[in-house]
């Protein structure tokens, strides 16, 4: 387990802590439509982003903005994942035009909070964490924010995404 903070209190994060080389484990989230989606659903270089919730200022800041980055990046694909309900996210995407981010809800099983070390014990949300995984599903850049509240680097995020294969 590892600490985080949100607005500055202690909190534990529950789950495997991720490095740079390690393999990303496997998960199993709900899509939009409610459907169960894995690992295997993915490929390419993929940005993983974890978020307390969408319908939040930090939250909704972060994911506009890899919105309209990633756009410009080819063979990148974006996920962020939250414990939002699938109703709710594909609400929110529909209310702020966001198309090229996919969003996945870990509601249900919390597989992709503790397959990363992202979930929130004592709120039972998911941290704000940002992972790039290569080709062959080898982690290629992590951040854990200490600070939930806070901002990912969004420059070290989409290099490393850049320079992934």
Do not use: H
Request: proline share 2%.
């Amino acid at each position: 387990m590892a600490n985080v903070k949100f607005n500055g209190e202690g909190m534990t994060l529950v789950g495997k802590i991720l490095n740079v080389g390690d393999s990303f484990s496997d998960f199993t989230v709900t899509t939009n439509e409610l459907k169960d989606f894995t690992l295997s659903d993915t490929k390419g270089v993929r940005i993983f982003l974890t978020v307390p919730s969408l319908d939040t200022p930090v939250c909704n800041m972060e994911v506009k903005k890899f919105n309209e980055e990633v756009a410009k990046l080819n063979g990148v694909t974006c996920y962020t994942i939250s414990m939002d309900l699938p109703f709710a996210q594909s609400r929110w995407c529909g209310n702020e035009g966001i198309k090229n981010v996919i969003t996945l809800s870990d509601y249900k099983y919390r597989s992709f909070g503790e397959a990363t070390g992202s979930y929130v014990k004592e709120l039972g949300l998911l941290a704000r964490n940002s992972f790039v995984v290569d080709s062959q599903g080898k982690v290629t850049f992590v951040e854990y924010l200490e600070e939930i509240t806070n901002e990912p680097s969004y420059g070290k995020v989409l290099e490393a995404a850049k320079a992934a294969k």
